[in-house]
């Protein structure tokens, strides 16, 4: 069964700090995207990682790929209020693509 | 502007009448797909298209249809909406090489009644 799962679902920082968002999935991919969502609006491409190792950054966050764990990460470094979105994870499989549930993210002053 | 439209943006139906949800991308994007998405399930795929006349079904197809008959446009049709079919629909595009990102058009929010 093609699934993908993101943790946490909700997450709430204070501005400043790090964390990181899991992507895990459950059959071979090497296409993954990571995707922001702002309250009431549609969905805002941020990173396409194509290949094992690929890392890719933009401003306070940065997103990994392994795919032989399976896993994507999105670190967000140095919380400000303008990253409080939610935040998905997409697999390709095959032209299958298949989101993750969505990670809430709330950043406090 | 390169973009992804739908319409309409909002709609209030009910059970049984068929509707069609319109979208249209001026890219030239090969890949079409429609999702929708509900709180807490994420986006889940309906149906998607490789190119005009290619159509596949996606992770929850039934009591979907589309149509590809034109590169730009990628029609959703519910030929007998019913309640569990409200949600909010998004339509999405992508150049198929190299596999880039998906642009996603405004949504468009469904009541069935």
């Known amino acids: 069964e093609l699934k993908v799962e993101q943790n946490p679902l909700f997450l709430s920082m204070q501005e400043g700090k790090n964390y990181t968002i899991y992507c895990n999935y459950s059959t071979t991919s090497d296409r993954l995207y990571w995707y922001r969502q702002d309250p009431g609006k549609s969905l805002e491409s941020l990173f396409v990682l194509l290949s094992n190792g690929a890392v890719k950054q933009e401003g306070r966050l940065m997103a990994s790929l392994d795919t032989k764990a399976r896993l994507s990460t999105l670190h967000i470094t140095a919380a400000v209020h303008d990253l409080s979105a939610t935040y998905f994870c997409a697999v390709a499989f095959g032209n299958d693509m298949r989101f993750g549930a969505g990670t809430r993210l709330t950043v406090k002053p | 502007e390169a973009q992804v439209t739908q319409n309409p943006r909002y709609l209030i139906t009910v059970t049984g009448k068929k509707l069609t949800v319109t979208c249209s991308q001026n890219m030239n994007h090969e890949y079409m797909s429609w999702y929708r998405q509900d709180p807490g399930l994420g986006l889940r795929q309906i149906y998607y298209?490789?190119?005009?006349?290619?159509?596949d079904k996606g992770d929850v197809p039934e009591g979907y249809k589309v149509s590809r008959k034109e590169k730009r446009n990628f029609p959703l049709i519910l030929e007998s909406p019913s309640p569990n079919q409200t949600s909010l629909y998004f339509c999405?595009?992508?150049?198929?090489?190299?596999?880039?990102?998906?642009?996603f058009g405004p949504g468009t929010r469904l009541t069935v009644l």
């Open positions: 298209s490789m190119n005009v006349e290619v159509t």
């Open positions: 999405a595009s992508s150049s198929r090489h190299p596999y880039n990102e998906q642009f």
